[in-house]
């Protein structure tokens, strides 16, 4: 798909990244990774933001882990969870939605994690071995693994959500049908692993002021004369 119609045609990652940098607002409140990674710090109250994450906005589950973690007295732990009951785990983090399959899905996580020698492990596997860990668990998919493994692990992958999908398509990354890890490996080559946790949250932000799903702001967006899709799509892009 790379070629003169694609961003990569136009600009190379460096100068994309360069750009968005320069051009959006990256605020740790609001975003839950940052959030749990600033607040508690260990690598299972990471993976439980991430977690919470799932299927719902930053805005929910932020809401759902400072709940958790007053539940848990303060600090996200593997033995936290599983020291309180489960239905109130459940309470906790309901604004996250789904909270009944995330509440299984924590304290899994936690049981594992515990059995495989504590949050050390999260730590100190390889990467390639730590995704498999990550994935044999219930509950945890690849987006999870990998936002994990970019964030905690500044491993070498690029985790993709919804915005990342939409915008790897609108810059022509990708193809239209294009899965998740298609839309990875492209990104991944376009900005770089030096680049690519920094550049999946720089993403999410364009996504959520710029690139939206509806009504894409593409002539106040910050790439615009870069990104192929305005002139793919013609006026209507511009509304």
Same mark, same amino acid.
């Given at each position: ?61 932020? =809401? ?35 909270? =009944? ?64 999908? =939409?915008?790897?398509?609108?810059? =022509? ?37 710029? +690139? ?5 702001? +593409?002539?106040? +967006?910050?790439?615009?004369?870069? +990104? ?12």
């Amino acid at each position: 798909m790379v070629g003169v119609d694609s961003i990569a045609g136009r600009a190379n990652g460096e100068t994309v990244y360069r750009i968005l940098s320069q051009s959006l607002t990256v605020d740790w409140r609001d975003y839950v990774v940052l959030v749990a990674d600033r607040l508690d710090g260990n690598p299972y109250a990471v993976l439980a933001a991430i977690i919470l994450s799932q299927n719902t906005s930053d805005r929910n589950s932020i =809401r759902a882990y400072h709940e958790l973690r007053r539940l848990l007295g303060g600090r996200v732990t593997p033995e936290a969870v599983l020291a309180v009951h489960e239905e109130k785990l459940i309470e906790a983090i309901r604004p996250a939605g789904l909270a =009944r399959q995330k509440a299984r899905t924590l304290r899994e996580a936690a049981k594992r994690i515990i059995e495989a020698g504590g949050e050390k492990v999260l730590l100190e596997k390889p990467p390639e071995e730590l995704r498999s860990f990550l994935l044999s668990i219930p509950g945890v998919g690849k987006k999870t693994a990998d936002v994990f493994l970019s964030f905690k692990r500044r491993a070498p992958v690029f985790a993709v959500d919804t915005h990342a999908l =939409r915008v790897a398509k609108r810059w =022509r990354l990708v193809g239209s049908q294009a899965g998740y890890d298609e839309a990875s490996r492209a990104l991944l080559e376009f900005f770089g692993p030096e680049r690519s946790e920094e550049a999946h949250r720089l993403i999410i932000a364009l996504g959520r002021q710029y +690139c939206r799903a509806r009504n894409p702001r +593409c002539s106040e +967006c910050p790439l615009h004369g870069i +990104c192929p899709y305005p002139a793919q799509q013609g006026p209507e892009a511009e509304r």
